[in-house]
T-cell receptor, first 116, second 112 residues
Framework: GAVVSQHPSWVICKSGTSVKIECRSLDFQATTMFWYRQFPKQSLMLMATSNEGSKATYEQGVEKDKFLINHASLTLSTLTVTSAHPEDSSFYIC????????????FGSGTRLTVV | QQQVKQSPQSLIVQKGGISIINCAYENTAFDYFPWYQQFPGKGPALLIAIRPDVSEKKEGRFTISFNKSAKQFSLHIMDSQPGDSATYFCAASMEGYQKVTFGIGTKLQVIP
């Protein structure tokens, strides 16, 4: 079945530094990838939608200059949290939709970001 | 605006019992209703999904019941096991529209 690999699974960084999270579709090509943020005991909040070769579409209230998304190929999307602060600490999850269409989504295993 | 309302937020069921989680939606344009299972520290995994042209779908111990007129759908877990303890999210989306709308989640605990 479709597999999405997300790396790293956890990361601790100092305030003011940047962190990059990778999301790879291993056995399928994904024209569209999604980035979510999940706070403890809460639902997934969509941050942005990235389409291969074009700019990401950010949800209302999400700072595009802080959360940089790049989808340079059909199998890789990256989320960079720039100048991270403790309030950015959260669980970040990506998901991907196959190029073959349909509306099934496969999720990555998530990245736990802790900013100290 | 919460487009998919999920209840209960937490549920405790004894081993062997039936776990029932309910969801209601508002947007009649939704045409795909998946359920996701999430274990702590992991991403959600697709459990089972249904389209509105059927009223029920069963996969093993998991069944989705769908009531189009009431705009409601539910997940039934038969013979619940401790390994089923996880958070379950219902969701809804529509063909041609990329976003998936998630319910708030239900934390299920199956006790021996």
């Amino acid at each position: 079945g479709a597999v999405v690999s997300q790396h790293p699974s956890w990361v601790i960084c100092k305030s003011g530094t940047s962190v990059k999270i990778e999301c790879r579709s291993l056995d399928f090509q994904a024209t569209t990838m999604f980035w979510y943020r999940q706070f403890p005991k809460q639902s997934l909040m969509l941050m942005a939608t990235s389409n291969e070769g074009s700019k990401a579409t950010y949800e209302q209230g999400v700072e595009k200059d802080k959360f940089l998304i790049n989808h340079a190929s059909l199998t890789l999307s990256t989320l960079t949290v720039t100048s991270a602060h403790p309030e950015d600490s959260s669980f970040y999850i990506c998901s991907a939709r196959a190029i073959t269409g349909g509306i099934g989504y496969t999720f990555g295993s998530g990245t736990r970001l802790t900013v100290v | 605006q919460q487009q998919v309302k999920q209840s209960p937020q937490s549920l405790i069921v004894q081993k062997g019992g039936i776990s029932i989680i309910n969801c209601a939606y508002e947007n009649t344009a939704f045409d795909y209703f998946p359920w996701y299972q999430q274990f702590p520290g992991k991403g959600p995994a697709l459990l089972i999904a249904i389209r509105p042209d059927v009223s029920e779908k069963k996969e093993g111990r998991f069944t989705i019941s769908f009531n189009k007129s009431a705009k409601q759908f539910s997940l039934h877990i038969m013979d619940s096991q401790p390994g089923d303890s996880a958070t379950y999210f219902c969701a809804a989306s529509m063909e041609g529209y990329q976003k998936v709308t998630f319910g708030i989640g239900t934390k299920l605990q199956v006790i021996p």
